[in-house]
């Protein structure tokens, strides 16, 4: 990678368990990505406000609430009116199988579930944004 990818790993919600995102932060850290951690329960305004300050590249919704599609909703929502749309939406935690191709037709980029690889999470990202 020639230009050091920035990436902002949220946790939406009142969801407080932020193993796994700290796990994701570390590892993508690891691979030589620029890491932005919020830490649990922020709002969707939080996130994009955070995004815009940070002038990240990616960004990361971790969410093991159930509450996916409406935070992964007002975040996109809140990206379009700031104009930043074009900046890719990555979700992992627990999520249905079932809610994958409605958060895709949203704009989501992907979703990592658990025992998704390291590898295959950067490798993505690091095409995604080649």
Same mark, same amino acid.
């Given at each position: 990678?020639?230009?050091?990818?920035?990436?902002?790993?949220?946790?939406?919600?009142?969801?407080?368990?932020?193993? /796994?995102?700290?796990?994701?932060?570390?590892?993508?850290?690891?691979? /030589?990505?620029?890491? =932005?951690?919020?830490?649990?329960?922020?709002?969707? +305004?939080?996130?994009?406000?955070?995004?815009?300050? +940070?002038?990240?590249?990616?960004?990361?919704?971790?969410?093991?609430?159930?509450?996916?599609? +409406?935070?992964?909703?007002?975040?996109?929502?809140?990206?379009?009116?700031?104009?930043?749309?074009?900046?890719?939406?990555?979700?992992?935690?627990?999520?249905?199988?079932?809610? =994958?191709?409605?958060?895709?037709?949203?704009?989501?980029?992907?979703?990592?579930?658990? /025992?998704?690889?390291?590898?295959? =999470?950067?490798?993505?990202?690091?095409?995604?944004?080649?």
């Amino acid at each position: 990678m020639n230009k050091k990818v920035r990436i902002l790993i949220a946790k939406p919600g009142l969801d407080g368990h932020e193993t /796994g995102a700290k796990l994701i932060a570390r590892a993508l850290r690891d691979a /030589g990505m620029e890491v =932005i951690y919020t830490g649990p329960r922020q709002t969707p +305004e939080m996130i994009v406000g955070s995004a815009l300050q +940070e002038d990240v590249n990616i960004i990361g919704l971790s969410i093991l609430s159930g509450a996916h599609m +409406e935070l992964a909703s007002r975040v996109i929502e809140l990206m379009r009116e700031k104009n930043m749309g074009d900046i890719p939406i990555v979700m992992g935690g627990i999520i249905p199988k079932e809610d =994958i191709p409605n958060l895709q037709s949203m704009g989501v980029k992907a979703v990592f579930g658990p /025992g998704s690889s390291i590898r295959a =999470i950067t490798e993505f990202l690091q095409k995604e944004l080649a």
